[in-house]
């Protein structure tokens, strides 16, 4: 039976840190929904309404482009070890440029100042819906460890590589939305 909640509380922060995995999805008003997946050794709580993540160079940048065009977002968590649970964070999402003063901070707060070769930008997901269901129809995997390839494609493109893919492939979604990828950071409020 689905459980609903209107923020994260202890056992599901204990949850959290327990994966490895989690998705996104997102969509705008027309257009193909997208569901990607990706590692939580980027992934970090705010607080218990509030998450981020840094995102890393992918081959397309839909989530960014929804984003943009309608700022739904949810993130799913499905446990593949351990008891069955899975758990969605149903919310608002935005993008942190990389250029931003936020992009900064955020780096230097939550990720000792280092992002990965590749990072391309933060998405931040303000959420007023913890959904969790039963799981029982996830298989059993067992965690070995994180692909080297995105590091080692990254290494290979270089600094100006990555810029040139960014250009080539993170400027719209397959359905043609901006992702606002190249746009400015708005100025810091006063």
């Not at 939580?40 to 929804?66: C, K, P």
């Not at 080539?168 to 359905?175: A, F, G, L, R």
Request: net charge negative.
């Amino acid at each position: 039976m689905a459980k609903q909640f209107t923020h994260l509380e202890p056992h599901h922060h204990r949850f959290i840190a327990e994966q490895h995995m989690f998705f996104t999805a997102s969509a705008a008003a027309t257009g193909r929904v997208n569901i990607s997946p990706r590692s939580t050794d980027m992934f970090r709580i705010l607080g218990d309404n509030a998450v981020m993540y840094l995102d890393r160079t992918g081959s397309g940048n839909e989530t960014a482009a929804h984003i943009k065009a309608d700022g739904r977002l949810t993130i799913m968590f499905c446990a593949v070890s351990g008891p069955p649970l899975i758990m969605r964070l149903y919310g608002q999402g935005r993008v942190i440029r990389r250029d931003s003063d936020e992009f900064a901070d955020r780096l230097r707060d939550l990720f000792d100042d280092r992002a990965p070769l590749g990072a391309r930008q933060m998405v931040h997901l303000d959420f007023d819906l913890v959904q969790t269901s039963c799981g029982y129809g996830v298989p059993l995997f067992e965690y070995t460890e994180e692909r080297p390839q995105m590091d080692a494609w990254a290494r290979a493109k270089g600094v100006d590589g990555l810029e040139a893919y960014w250009q080539e492939k993170n400027q719209v979604s397959i359905d043609g939305f901006p992702t606002g990828f190249f746009e400015q950071a708005a100025p810091p409020t006063a």
